[in-house]
């Protein structure tokens, strides 16, 4: 299957997918005016991966700066996604913050809570790096 | 209606509804089209939820960070209009003679410019406040570039007046006291005298005269130190009496005759001078609120009466260097000068010790420094660095046009004792042997004939152990 790349924009994250090394990566800033459009091919992708041609190891990370309630939608339905994967995938799920960043952090913690199972990694990210 | 409110109905509709439906897998469809509902709704609650409160946070945030930045724009403002203003007073205070320059200019500028904006003559207008601080900036520093310019050239009365070594006039006085003694000696002879006798009399005249001068030539240049002796000379030479035919208030600046006393005009001629003199004209006043001003910044040194005196006599007998105590008083003042400009400024809190810093460069630790007199508990670690580096500094540099560069090993050797005399912290001075920072610089700066050894550990030793140096 072919890989995915959507660079970022001023209010959309840089989306990054790809299938041969099995990563998923959204990084960056996302409040899209329309997030559902914006966000559907995305999806659209990672169920297709998951349905024909998941690695036997795939590492998704969440580099998140700053998302709108829709984005935060989006990011259930894909959570969701990977929930059901999870049973017949090994998914590694890094969510990865800024130290300054509290707001992303507690949006991870918060995430971690609502998905038990997934085993999110929070990741701390400081300014040096 | 509210979401948990629609969360019961949907509960409801689903044990009402399921009941009707006979066929297993059409119910358990059902059943799982209702918890999906229901799991989306209260998902949407939680999600909305976390928003309005990730929202308000940042709303907070934003406003913090709005308030931060206004304070900062506010202080920023302070500080720059600060600055631009203690330019324009160190260029008013630079010379006299401008005055408050600087100061009034904006002020005409402003009413001007603001008469112009509503006049309709004219095709401008100042249409916010940002406009108005422009042109007053401009008009504060509209002489700014005068800094650079030569006090000599800004206060220049009269064409012929210049920074000028007095001994060429001197030097002319000597040349007519050897005319008049050659008039006398013709004289002498015309009247009959023994012309071998007033040959010689005349050769020893002015041979005493040519030994006089080089007295004072001499005496003028300071580099040697003067006793009680070389002081009685100096005044015998300078009682010599010559006669000025011409009238020497005329052709002076408006300053220069306000200094002369009443008496000193017309007076009838020729009129019988001193060969070297000390005059009242040579004395200008320091004025009174000059003191108080000092004392008000807690300054203690001793601020001499006149602000400068010109006396030939005066400075000539100047004991040491070149300068009198009214032109030593000056040197210092910079000390002074620099923490006035420097209070005056509203640094931010993280730069409120700039004035100490600065300020205090000239401090003691023992307390005989200058302009406060402070001691140890006083003076922070930055003030006693720039007091080590600024010596350091004027001792080594080779581009003062006064005084011959001094060698590395000398210049250290000068802090070290400036240390045993408690003026220069000693712990501060070792770091800076130890270091290799001396070196460094020396590198850099100094010429390599200035570059030489010095024994550091010798210098560690004798301040950690009580050895002695050398």
Redo the contacts between chains.
């Keep these: 299957m072919e890989n995915l790349y959507i660079p970022a924009t001023k209010y959309t994250p840089e989306i990054s997918l790809n299938a041969e090394k099995g990563i998923i990566e959204i990084r960056g800033k996302s409040y899209p005016e329309n997030t559902f459009d914006f966000y559907e091919p995305v999806l659209k992708w990672i169920e297709e991966y998951f349905n024909c041609c998941a690695k036997d190891n795939t590492v998704v990370n969440f580099e998140i700066i700053y998302f709108?309630?829709s984005s935060?939608?989006v990011l259930?339905d894909l959570f969701d996604i990977l929930q059901e994967a999870k049973e017949k995938n090994n998914i590694t799920i890094n969510w990865i913050y800024d130290e300054e960043n509290?707001?992303a952090e507690?949006?991870g913690e918060?995430f971690k809570e609502?998905f038990p199972e997934l085993n999110i990694n929070l990741i701390k990210k400081s300014e040096e790096e | 209606m509210a979401e948990n409110e629609l969360i019961k109905e949907i509960e409801k509709a689903k044990e009402k509804y399921s009941q009707y439906i006979h066929e297993e897998e059409e119910k358990e469809n059902f059943i799982k089209l209702m918890e999906k509902f229901v799991k989306d709704l209260k998902?949407?609650e939680?999600?909305?939820l976390?928003?309005d409160k990730?929202q308000k946070?940042?709303y907070d945030e934003l406003q913090k960070r709005l308030e931060e930045v206004e304070k900062l724009q506010k202080a920023q403002k302070k500080l720059i209009d600060s600055f631009i203003k203690i330019i324009a007073e160190a260029i008013d205070t630079k010379s006299s003679y401008t005055g408050k320059h600087c100061e009034r200019v904006p002020e005409i500028a402003i009413e001007l410019a603001k008469a112009a904006s509503q006049s309709e003559k004219f095709e401008f207008e100042i249409k916010n406040e940002q406009q108005e601080t422009e042109i007053s900036i401009a008009a504060w520093l509209h002489d700014c570039g005068k800094i650079v310019t030569p006090e000599y050239v800004v206060d220049k009365a009269v064409k012929l007046e210049t920074i000028y070594n007095r001994i060429h006039e001197i030097r002319t006085r000597f040349e007519v006291i050897n005319r008049d003694l050659i008039i006398e000696a013709l004289k002498r002879k015309m009247n009959g005298e023994d012309e071998k006798k007033v040959d010689e009399w005349l050769k020893k005249e002015q041979k005493q005269l040519q030994d006089d001068f080089d007295f004072i030539a001499k005496l003028n240049v300071g580099s040697e130190s003067i006793e009680e002796s070389t002081l009685e000379r100096l005044q015998n030479i300078a009682n010599r009496e010559w006669l000025r035919y011409f009238d020497d208030t005329k052709g002076l600046s408006k300053g220069e005759i306000e200094r002369i006393p009443e008496e000193d005009f017309n007076q009838k001629l020729p009129v019988r001078e001193k060969l070297i003199s000390d005059k009242q004209r040579h004395k200008i006043k320091r004025p009174a609120e000059e003191i108080e001003e000092y004392k008000k910044y807690g300054f203690k040194v001793e601020i001499p009466e006149n602000l400068y005196n010109y006396g030939e006599v005066y400075n000539l007998s100047i004991k040491k260097g070149t300068l009198t105590k009214e032109e030593f008083f000056k040197i210092q003042e910079h000390a002074m000068m620099t923490i006035k400009m420097l209070e005056q400024l509203p640094f931010p809190d993280y730069l409120k010790n700039v004035p100490i810093y600065a300020g205090a460069h000239h401090e003691k630790l023992n307390g005989k420094g200058y302009p406060r007199k402070l001691t140890e508990k006083d003076l922070p670690i930055p003030a006693r660095i720039m007091a080590i580096a600024d010596i350091f500094e004027a001792l080594t540099a080779s581009d003062r046009p006064y005084k011959h560069p001094k060698k590395l090993s000398e210049a250290i050797d000068i802090l070290a004792d400036m240390v045993k005399k408690g003026e220069l912290d000693k712990d501060l001075f070792l770091l800076f042997l130890t270091s290799g920072i001396y070196l460094e610089y020396a590198k850099k700066y100094l010429k390599p004939e200035q570059i030489d050894d010095v024994d550091v550990n010798a210098y560690v030793d004798y301040f950690t152990k009580g050895n002695k140096t050398n």
Excluded: L, V, W, Y
């Design positions: 709108n309630s935060s939608k259930f509290e707001s507690e949006a918060d609502d | 998902r949407h939680k999600i909305m976390r928003s990730r946070k940042e």
